[in-house]
């Protein structure tokens, strides 16, 4: 079992950044893929960005690539994703997921541990 605590939302202004922040407890962290996805009111939950076990291998969403940057700190089992020049797109419910795996998966289905979500609300 791995648990999951997202933090770092909170309300931004178009252009602004964020970083959010995943702590992991349980089991060891540094064999699990992990992976940050979103769900906007109305929306499905969809993929945003993920990151190997290693941190030698990311993968992101078309929307967000060259302004959010994943990345991890196995010494500490924490994840991180830093958002650049928000959107009012980017609002929505940010969870983080891990997976016991060595692949970057997009599909929230494939990832068995889940984050409670941490709410980011971009203004224009």
């Known amino acids: 079992q791995v648990q999951l605590v997202e933090s770092g939302g909170g309300l931004a202004q178009t252009g602004d950044s964020l970083r959010l922040s995943c702590a992991a407890s349980?089991?060891?962290?540094?064999?699990?893929?992990m992976a940050w996805f979103r769900q906007a009111p109305g929306k499905e939950r969809e993929f945003v960005a993920g990151?190997?076990?290693?941190?030698?291998?990311?993968y992101y969403a078309d929307s967000v690539k060259g302004r959010f940057t994943i990345s991890r700190d196995n010494a500490k089992n924490t994840v991180y994703l830093q958002m650049n020049s928000l959107k009012p797109e980017d609002t929505a419910v940010y969870y983080c997921?891990?997976?016991?795996?060595?692949?970057?998966?997009?599909?929230?289905?494939?990832?068995?541990?889940w984050g409670q979500g941490t709410q980011v609300t971009v203004s224009s």
């Open positions: 997921a891990a997976r016991e795996d060595a692949l970057i998966w997009t599909m929230q289905r494939e990832y068995a541990y």
């Open positions: 349980g089991r060891t962290f540094s064999h699990y893929t």
């Open positions: 990151i190997t076990w290693s941190g030698g291998r990311t």
